[in-house]
């Protein structure tokens, strides 16, 4: 199979449980993930009309991205992958969304740094809700003291919350735990699902689905 023929078979997939969880049709868009893979296999996923990308790194973003950018209009950028203080100017310079923001210190320089450069990137908050020691995201119970904080000390406005469930589980719960605590907390987006298990997330109400290997194949 092309590129052309996953991506195309993707986005059927993804209309498919749109109407099954009888959501309204372009209730979800797609984050195409294209971590690893050089611009030139970026390139025909473009050509297919998809403008919303994901990479996972800053630096390596900044290999393809700039370049991709000045070809096509319209480019939406999502960093996915954990984000350290002294990236952020470089992350805030390049994406259109972060949805990896999950502590105090990487909001405060993220608010500084949108001021300094006068542009401002979309936010999401990362929620570990597996607990897991090694991933990245605030932990369920501090979600709404660390929204507090976003919104009031350092006036960020939050647009979705995100998570990346843990790989031996169901993820199930993980998405249906992200979505209560968006309602619980005004958040109107919700960035989950990935290649293996994005149905199940829209069936919960996601509202982007992150899918990289079901359309550029394996890393
Ligand atoms: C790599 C990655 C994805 C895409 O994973 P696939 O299984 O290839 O679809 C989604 N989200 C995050 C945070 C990732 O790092």
């Known amino acids: 199979m092309t590129v052309e023929q996953r991506l195309n078979e993707v986005r059927e997939r993804i209309s498919r449980a749109v109407r099954q969880s009888g959501r309204e ?15 030139d296999a970026i390139r025909p996923v473009i050509a297919c009309g998809q403008r919303i990308f994901g990479e996972n790194r800053v630096q390596e973003a900044q290999g393809k991205w700039p370049e991709l950018k ?4 319209g480019i939406e950028l999502h960093l996915i992958g954990p984000l350290q203080s ?29 001021r300094r450069q006068g542009r401002s990137v979309r936010l999401y908050v ?14 369920p119970d501090d979600v709404g003291s660390f929204l507090k904080l976003c919104r009031e000390e ?18 199930g719960p993980h998405f249906a ?9 005004g ?33």
């Not at 735990?177 to 907390?185: H, P, V």
Request: glycine share 6%; hydrophobic share 45%; aromatic share 4%.
């Open 25 to 39: 049709p372009d209730s979800v868009s797609l984050v195409a993930v294209s971590k690893t893979f050089e611009a």
């Open 126 to 139: 990362q929620v570990n809700t597996g607990l897991e020691p090694q991933k990245a995201g605030v932990a």
């Open 86 to 114: 002294n990236k952020a100017a470089d992350a805030v310079a390049l994406f259109d969304v972060i949805e990896t923001v999950d502590r105090e210190k990487i909001a405060r320089t993220l608010a500084d740094e949108m």
């Open 70 to 73: 000045a070809e096509t209009s």
């Open 154 to 171: 350092l006036s960020l406005s939050i647009e979705g919350l995100m998570c990346i469930p843990p790989a031996d589980e169901y993820p």
């Open 187 to 219: 958040v109107p987006r919700l960035s989950m699902g990935m290649s293996g298990d994005f149905e199940s997330a829209i069936a919960m109400g996601a509202t982007s689905v992150r899918v990289g290997s079901a359309i550029f194949g394996t890393r």
């Open 177 to 185: 735990l992200l979505a209560k605590l968006a309602r619980e907390n």
